[in-house]
């Protein structure tokens, strides 16, 4: 897997310096997402991979729990990122951006089971683009 994210990163060359999620980049934190699950049959390919810090593909699958068809539409981004071939432009960014604002719009104050915020602050402090 990290074999595929330096690639990746190399590929597409991330000049904004953020994620695909709009978070700053760490290397050591980086992480590959599967657009298609494995359980999907999605492959451990470039096609099928969007580079994601930790953080946003934590916060990613929780959307996915919540809002499936907001982390269809995110994956639907990434999708298209990848069969243009370079890192998303400044309207892909603001279209994630806008639907990560969404969610949180609907769930910032929900809490979980265990009575804790549901989105934690850190998943609301995304890089500027």
């Given at each position: 897997m990290k074999r595929i994210t330096r690639e990746m990163?190399?590929?597409y060359k991330p000049?904004?310096?953020l994620d695909w999620m709009n978070y700053k980049i760490v290397k050591q934190d980086m992480t590959a997402h599967h657009i298609i699950k494995?359980?999907?049959g999605g492959k451990m390919q470039m096609d099928n991979i969007a580079p994601l810090m930790l953080?946003?593909?934590?916060?990613?699958?929780?959307?996915?729990?919540k809002e499936i068809d907001v982390y269809r539409d995110i994956n639907k981004v990434f999708k298209k990122v990848n069969e243009?071939?370079?890192?998303?432009?400044?309207?892909?960014?603001?279209?994630?951006?806008?639907?990560?604002?969404e969610f949180e719009g609907m769930y910032k104050w929900e809490r979980?089971?265990?009575?804790?915020?549901l989105i934690p602050r850190k998943y609301m402090?995304?890089?500027?683009?």
């Open positions: 990163l190399k590929i000049y904004s310096g494995r359980e999907d953080i946003a593909h934590q916060y990613l699958h929780l959307i996915e729990c243009q071939g370079y890192e998303p432009t400044k309207q892909q960014r603001m279209l994630v951006e806008y639907l990560l604002r979980n089971s265990k009575g804790n915020i402090q995304r890089g500027q683009f």
